[in-house]
């Protein structure tokens, strides 16, 4: 049933947004448990398509001023790559 409320153009992007992440989730999943390469290599394309529609997104709703980002100086970017570089 129609309720007659539209989406602004901001719920619309957040919840493609999310959808999105969503997507990017199963077919991660769907990469990670198929056995056959077939399979594999159309999910990784899948996949990699979906994060470049979220990263569209993203980037719309950051210029649009939705989504702020905080933007780390090179002291927070070195203590992050020191803090996750023994996991590789």
Avoid at 50 to 71: C, M, P, T
Avoid at 78 to 87: A, L, T
């Amino acid at each position: 049933m129609f309720s007659g409320k539209t989406l602004t153009e901001k719920e619309l992007v957040l919840d493609l947004m999310a959808s999105e992440e969503h997507l990017t989730s199963s077919y991660n999943n769907g990469v990670i448990d198929s056995s056959c390469p077939v399979l594999r290599e159309v999910l990784s394309g899948c996949l990699l398509k979906a994060h470049n529609i979220q990263y569209s997104l993203f980037d719309l709703s950051e210029r649009k001023g939705w989504n702020k980002v905080h933007l780390a100086n090179n002291r927070e970017v070195v203590g992050i790559v020191e803090k996750y570089s023994n996991f590789i």
